[in-house]
């Protein structure tokens, strides 16, 4: 299998961390997926093969899950539209959008504490400093799904925000926005991938507005974006079997990354078991097949 971490088509409009996107015409963009990944902040020298097809197809599918709680971007798989013109091998990572203004937060939803959060309870009590409970374990659910925006850097790393500097971005109207369909829609998803046999620990959402209407953009709860964990193995206190890139952030601690760049390459065993995992998250969660 090859990974394709570079798409090179015509009119380009944008190239982020994993995603390249082009000009359709003057409302509509073709966002591709690409195998590219990053771990902590940084685009790793190696992609993951099918990974990029997984997280374009996983994404259409919670675009349609959630379609009756917030309104998204999403108008058809690049695969449905033959009149593109573009190789089946892109077409698969691929999808046709509507054009927004995108809002530079990070909505992340929070339902288990792990990663960032858990290093910064164990130093003080807090989670992005709000106080919780004591005595909670790696893994634990919160009390209640947390809110916890960052902003959102194209290059380096992104920064914690309070809420009150989301206000002061985008005003109170959206920022309560942001908030409570962040936390809606990742309720939603919770609930529907635990019948499914995966947590969903936590994830985080992109939103843009079109005519002044808030929508989802970007990627919806993929296994970039979120951390999906196997309900039979789910044990708090160590870390969790997962279906998401926690097998390349692991490797990268265990190889001694200072998380800065530039980033080594990724062994051979480690790019097959990111790929299989990606892979069995879309079967589990969707029952389909990758495409």
Known sequence: MIAIRETNLSNPFHS???RDTYTVDDNTLLMVATDRISAFDVVLPTGIPDKGAVLNQISAFWFSQTSHLISNHLIALASDRPDLD?????????????KAQRLDVECVARGHITGSAWSEYRKSGTVQGQSMPSGMRDGDPFPEVLFTPTTKAEIGHDENMSFDEVIDMVGTEIANQLRD????????????????????????????LIDDELILIDELLTPDSSRFWDV??????????SFDKQPVRDWLDEAGWDHEPPAPILPDNVVEKTRERYIEAYSKLTGATLN
């Not at 573009?86 to 509507?98: G, H, L, Q, S």
């Not at 609930?191 to 046999?197: L, R």
């Open 16 to 18: 982020g961390k994993v």
């Open 86 to 98: 573009i190789p089946p091998e892109i077409a698969r990572m691929a999808m046709v959008v509507k």
């Open 181 to 208: 369909k962040t936390i809606e829609v990742f309720m939603y998803a919770r609930d529907y991938a635990e019948s499914k046999g995966i947590i969903i620990a936590d994830t985080k959402m992109e939103f843009g």
């Open 232 to 241: 039979g193995e789910y044990e708090p206190g160590k870390s969790q079997a």
